[in-house]
C-alpha cells in the first residue's frame, strides 16, 4: 500500500463513520479550536466510543457499591482489586467478545480470553483461573451448532494454551441471541499487595516503551474504509476480526511477570480493544501529564501503515509501558529473552497533550484533559419494565407425571450437563484446582497456601427479562449463594451488563432496573462491585436479546481442606432442605 | 535425586511438574532454559506439558530442534533417564527418542478429565512402586495424544515390553471406550529400548495431591527416586 | 471427482503459526527464508462428474464450512 | 524464489480432522462427499534464485521440519 498521508477533509460522512454524532463533532472542534485531521478525529471517535466512555452507561454505573473493607481497588483500573489477607491481592474482571464471537466464534472468544488475561496480568497479578458465560441461540437454530463448537473451542484453545485453569463458567441457549451471542469471560488473578501495578504515567521524560506483538491493519474501523484514500484491495487488508495468538501471550505473561518482579515500572496498561489510543491516552490523562509518541518506531507487521492505522489498530497481545529512567536495557533483556518486540516508542510530557510522531513530523497534536472531562455523558430516556402478573406455585397445575417432568426439566439444555463443553477445558493445570465445573463455585487454592478464591458466573436472563430489579438482584444472590454453598466467604463481584440498543428506552429501562437490583444486592450482602464492563447495541434487525448482566463473583476460603462439593459420599447421609 | 526440568516458551506444566518432584523427592528441581546448550549434573530429566512453541504447525516439533535438546538427546542415548509428560511425550517422538508419533485425538476435541491406565511393567526405574497391572486414576489433558506407529513398531514395542502404560477401564480391561482419543493398541506411555526414557500422555504430576488430584500419579516419582538415589 | 481445496489467511491478517515456523527454520540455520504462511490443505472426492456443478457445490462448501471469509481465502482445483 | 509445499498424511493414517470435517458436510447436506483429508500447505519465499538449489533447501526444511516423515508425506512447489 503506498503511503499517501490520509486525506485531511473531515466531511459529515466522515464524521458519521467514526460513530460521532453532530453534536459530538462540535465538541471535538470547540476542544480542537480547529478542524482535527483524520488521525486526530479517529482518536475521538475511539475515546468517545461507547465501548470507551461508557456514554450511555456511566451515569448508572456510578450507583453500584465499589468500595467495601477489603477492596484494594475498585472500579477505574484494568481490573478489580481485592484483599484476601497474607499481603496478597485477588485481580479480577469480566468482558465480553460478543460481536466477534459471532462472526468468527474461533477467533473472537479466543481473543476475548486473550484480552480478559492482559487486564489482570496487567496489574501485576499472575492469572490464576478463567470463567465464562455463554449465551447461544436456540438449539435449533442451524448457527448454534457452529457457534458453540467454535467458541468453546476457541476459550479452550487459548485459556488451555496459555497454562491457565478454565474452572467454570455458565451456558443458557435462547431464541433471543440467535443473531448475537454473548461470550463472557472472566480472569482471575493474584499478587502481592505491594506488588500492584496501575496505568497512570508518571515522571516527565519517562520513556514510553511498546512490548509484545506487532502492530498490523487489524480491526481497524470498517468504518474509515469509505475513505477515498484507501486502495481498491483495502477491504482484504482490514480484517474486522482479529486472530488471536496463545502462545505470544504466555510469553507476554512469563516476560511482564519477571519484569515486575523488579521495579523499573512505573505504569503499565495492555492495548485493549481500543489499541494504542486508549492505552496512551490513559496512561497519560490518568497522570494528568502528556505522552508524544513516534510512530515509526512501533513495530509494525505490514508495510505502509499510517499514524492513524497505528493508532487504531486492535491487534492482540500487545502492552504499553512507562519505565523509570534508564532502565530500557534491563527490561530489554527480559523481552529479548521471551522473544517479543520491545521498542522505546515515546516519553512522558509536561504538555497535557497527546502528540503523535511520523518521521519527526508532528501528524496529531491533541489536549487530554478535555478528551475526559468533555467526553459525552448521556442519561438516556428509559422507561421502567411493567409490572408482570405474579404467578404462584398454585396457578401452575401440577405436572400428571412426575417422572416425565423430571426428565423434561434434566432434558432442557439450561439444565443439562456442561461436561461436553468443560472438559474440552484444561481445569487442572498449574496444580491448584480443588473445585472445577460441575458444582456450584469452583475452588482453586491459592499456590502454597491452605487458603483458596471461590469463584462463580451467574445470570438467569429471563428472569431480568420478566423483572429487572428482581433479576438483578437474583443474578447477585445467586453468585453469593454458589460462593456459600461451597464454604467460602463471598467478597466481591465483577459484572458484565449485555444488553440491546440503549437509545431505546424500553431496553435503557431493563439496564437501569438491572443496575438497581444489582445494587440493592449488592449493598444488602455486603458484596461490592470492583470491575466491569458493558456491552450494548446487541441485537440484530431491531430484536434485543434478553438482558443479560451476568455476574461474577469471588469469595474467600480459609482453608480448602474444608470445602465442600455436591457429590454425596456415603451411604446413609441425610439430605437437608433449608431457605425460604 | 537431582532433576532438571526443561522450559520451552509455551510449556505450561513446568512449575506442576517442580512443584510434585519437589514434594515428593525433597530436592528442588533445576530448570533450564531451552536456548542453554549444558544441562547440570543431574539424575533425570523431565520434559513437562503445555504448548511449548504454541504447538504450532506440529507438538513438539519445534522444541524438539531447541538447543538444550541435543545436549538432552545426547545424554539420553547414553542412559540418562528422560520423562516425557504430554507435550514431553510429544517432544520425545519429534525427535525420534520414542518410535511413532501423536495425531489429533479421534474426536478432534482437547479433553481434559480423570482416566484410567494401567501399568504394563513394573520393573522399571519409573514404576518400580506400582506392581505390573495396577490401574491408576491420572487426568489427560490435550488434543494431540493418539498415538500411532506403524504395525510392525506396534508388535516390537508389545514383544520387548517397551509399552509402559494403556488406557483401560477402572477394572483394566482395555476397552475401546475406555480409550480417550484413539491410540493405537490403547496406548498412553511407551520406553525407548533400554526403558530409560518414558514418555507418557496423561499427567501423573497431577495426581500428587489428594485435594486437587488424587495420588496416583506419586508412584512415577517414587519409583524414580527410589531407582536414581 | 477430485476436489482440491487451498485455504489461506486472508493478506494481513496474523498468521502467529506461520511466523513461528519461520523463526523455527531460521534457528535451524535457514538463512533467506521470509513471509512464511501456514493454511489448510483438503482434498475430497466429489460423486459429482460435471465439472461446472463440481467447482459450485465446492464453492458452497467453502463458503459454508472449509474457510471463514472474515479471515481466510480460498481456492478450488479440480482434478 | 516463492515455495509452496503440500504436507500430507500417508495413506492409511487415520485422519480425524478430514473425517470430522466429510461428517460436517455430509450434516450440512452436501451428499456424495467421500475420503476428505486434510493437510497442511505452507509458502514461503526464499532468497535462493537457482531452482535446483531452492529445491534442495526446501527437500531439507520438510525433512528437518516441516513434515514428520513417520507419518506424512511432502511435496515442493517453486513458484
Ligand atoms: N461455559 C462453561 N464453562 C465452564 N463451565 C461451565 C460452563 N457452563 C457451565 N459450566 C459448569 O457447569 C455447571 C452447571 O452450570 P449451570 O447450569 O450454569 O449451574 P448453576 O445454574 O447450578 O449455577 C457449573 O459447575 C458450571 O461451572
Known amino acids: ?580 | 535425586m537431582k532433576t532438571a526440568v526443561v522450559v520451552f516458551p509455551g510449556s505450561n506444566c513446568d512449575r506442576d511438574v517442580a512443584v510434585a518432584v519437589e514434594n515428593i523427592t525433597g530436592t528442588k528441581p533445576h530448570m533450564v532454559w531451552h536456548r542453554d546448550t549444558e544441562l547440570p549434573e543431574v539424575d533425570l530429566v523431565v520434559l513437562p506439558g503445555g504448548f511449548s512453541y504454541g504447538d504450532y504447525l506440529r507438538a513438539g516439533a519445534m522444541a524438539a530442534h531447541s538447543p538444550i535438546m541435543r545436549t538432552v538427546k545426547d545424554k539420553a542415548e547414553r542412559g540418562l533417564p528422560v520423562l516425557g509428560i504430554c507435550n514431553g511425550f510429544q517432544v520425545l517422538t519429534e525427535m525420534g527418542l520414542l518410535p511413532g508419533a501423536l495425531m489429533k485425538n479421534r474426536g478432534i476435541k482437547f479433553i481434559n478429565r480423570f482416566v484410567h491406565t494401567r501399568v504394563e511393567q513394573s520393573q522399571t526405574i519409573f514404576t518400580n512402586k506400582y506392581s505390573a497391572g495396577t490401574v491408576i486414576s491420572i487426568p489427560i489433558a490435550h488434543s494431540i495424544g493418539n498415538y500411532f506407529a506403524d504395525e510392525a513398531t506396534l508388535d516390537r514395542l508389545e514383544t520387548r515390553g517397551l509399552v509402559a502404560f494403556r488406557y483401560c477401564d477402572e477394572a483394566g480391561e482395555l476397552r475401546d471406550d475406555a480409550n480417550p482419543n484413539g491410540s493405537a493398541r490403547n496406548i498412553a506411555g511407551i520406553y525407548n529400548e533400554t526403558k530409560t526414557v518414558l514418555g507418557y500422555m496423561p499427567h501423573p504430576e497431577r495426581a500428587c495431591d489428594p485435594l486437587t488430584g488424587g495420588t496416583d500419579g506419586r508412584g512415577i516419582f517414587e519409583s524414580l527416586l527410589g531407582a536414581l538415589s | 471427482m477430485k476436489i482440491k481445496v487451498h485455504v489461506t489467511l486472508k493478506p494481513g491478517v496474523l498468521d502467529p503459526q506461520g511466523s513461528a515456523i519461520g523463526h523455527a527454520l531460521a534457528s535451524l540455520g535457514f538463512a533467506g527464508v521470509e513471509n512464511v504462511r501456514q493454511g489448510k490443505y483438503i482434498e475430497l472426492d466429489l460423486a459429482e462428474t460435471d465439472p461446472a456443478k463440481a467447482r459450485e457445490t465446492a464453492r458452497a462448501m467453502c463458503d459454508k464450512l472449509l474457510a471463514n471469509t472474515v479471515i481466510e481465502n480460498y481456492a478450488i482445483d479440480l482434478a
Open chain 1, 1 to 580: 500500500m503506498s503511503q499517501t498521508p490520509v486525506s485531511e477533509k473531515i466531511t459529515p460522512e466522515v464524521v458519521a463513520q467514526h460513530g460521532l454524532t453532530p453534536e459530538e463533532y462540535q465538541r471535538c472542534l470547540n476542544i480542537m479550536g480547529r478542524e482535527p485531521n483524520l488521525t486526530e478525529l479517529g482518536v475521538f471517535s475511539m475515546m468517545w466510543s461507547e465501548h470507551c466512555s461508557y456514554k450511555s452507561s456511566k451515569v448508572h454505573l456510578k450507583t453500584l457499591p465499589t468500595t467495601g473493607p477489603k477492596v484494594i481497588c475498585g472500579p477505574g483500573e484494568n481490573a478489580g482489586v481485592i484483599d484476601i489477607g497474607d499481603g496478597q491481592a485477588a485481580i479480577f474482571k469480566m468482558e465480553s467478545h460478543n460481536h466477534p464471537s459471532f462472526i468468527e466464534p474461533y477467533q473472537g472468544a479466543a481473543t476475548g480470553v486473550g484480552g480478559i488475561l492482559r487486564d489482570v496480568f496487567t496489574m501485576g497479578a499472575r492469572p490464576v483461573a478463567n470463567l465464562n458465560a455463554l449465551r447461544f441461540g436456540s438449539p435449533d437454530h442451524p448457527k448454534t451448532r457452529h457457534l458453540v463448537a467454535g467458541v468453546v473451542a476457541g476459550i479452550g484453545g487459548y485459556g488451555n494454551s496459555v497454562g491457565v485453569p478454565t474452572v467454570g463458567g455458565e451456558t443458557n441457549f435462547h431464541a433471543s441471541y440467535n443473531g448475537n451471542i454473548l461470550v463472557n469471560a472472566m480472569t482471575v488473578g493474584l499478587a502481592e499487595q505491594d506488588k500492584i501495578f496501575y496505568s497512570a504515567a508518571a515522571g516527565p521524560g519517562n520513556p514510553v516503551i511498546y512490548v509484545g506483538a506487532k502492530t498490523g491493519r487489524d480491526g481497524i474501523h470498517g468504518a474509515t474504509m469509505a475513505s477515498a484514500e484507501f486502495s481498491e484491495d483495502s477491504e482484504a487488508k482490514r480484517p474486522t476480526v482479529q486472530v488471536g495468538d496463545p502462545f505470544t501471550e504466555k510469553l507476554l505473561i512469563e516476560a511482564c511477570l519477571e519484569l515486575m518482579a523488579g521495579d523499573a515500572i512505573v505504569a503499565i496498561q495492555d492495548m485493549g480493544a481500543a489499541g494504542l489510543t486508549s492505552s496512551s491516552v490513559e496512561m497519560a490523562g490518568k497522570g494528568g501529564l502528556g505522552i508524544e509518541l513516534h510512530i515509526d518506531r512501533v513495530p509494525m507487521r505490514e508495510t505502509g501503515m499510517t499514524p492513524y492505522e497505528v493508532m487504531l489498530s486492535e491487534s492482540q497481545e500487545r502492552m504499553l509501558m512507562v519505565l523509570k529512567p534508564g532502565r530500557e536495557a534491563e527490561a530489554k533483556r527480559i523481552f529479548d529473552k521471551w522473544e517479543l518486540d520491545f521498542a522505546v516508542i515515546g516519553n512522558v510530557t509536561t504538555t497535557g497533550h497527546l502528540v503523535l510522531r511520523m518521521h519527526g513530523e508532528t501528524v496529531a497534536d491533541l489536549p487530554l484533559e478535555p478528551l475526559f472531562s468533555q467526553a459525552p455523558e448521556y442519561n438516556r430516556p428509559w422507561e421502567p419494565t411493567p409490572a408482570q402478573a405474579e404467578i404462584t406455585a398454585r396457578d401452575v397445575a401440577a405436572p400428571k407425571d412426575l417422572s416425565v417432568a423430571l426428565k423434561t426439566l434434566i432434558g432442557c439444555p439450561d439444565v443439562a450437563s456442561k461436561r461436553w463443553i468443560w472438559e474440552q477445558y484444561d481445569s487442572s493445570v498449574m496444580g491448584d484446582t480443588v473445585l472445577k465445573s460441575g458444582g456450584d463455585a469452583s475452588l482453586v487454592r491459592v499456590h502454597g497456601r491452605r487458603k483458596g478464591l471461590a469463584l462463580t458466573t451467574d445470570c438467569t436472563p429471563r428472569y431480568v427479562f420478566a423483572d429487572p430489579v428482581r433479576g438483578g438482584a437474583q443474578a447477585v444472590a445467586e453468585s453469593w449463594r454458589n460462593i456459600t454453598a461451597v464454604g467460602a466467604l463471598p467478597i466481591a463481584i465483577t459484572d458484565n451488563m449485555n444488553f440491546g440498543n440503549p437509545e431505546r428506552p424500553r431496553i435503557m429501562g431493563q439496564f437501569v432496573g438491572a443496575i438497581q437490583g444489582i445494587r440493592e444486592a449488592c449493598l444488602a450482602l455486603e458484596y461490592p462491585v470492583v470491575s466491569g464492563n458493558v456491552s450494548l447495541y446487541n441485537e440484530t434487525n431491531g430484536e434485543a436479546i434478553l438482558p443479560t448482566p451476568a455476574i461474577g463473583g469471588v469469595g474467600l476460603i480459609d482453608d480448602v481442606a474444608k470445602a465442600v462439593g455436591i457429590k454425596l459420599n456415603a451411604d446413609g447421609e441425610s439430605l437437608v432442605l433449608i431457605g425460604a
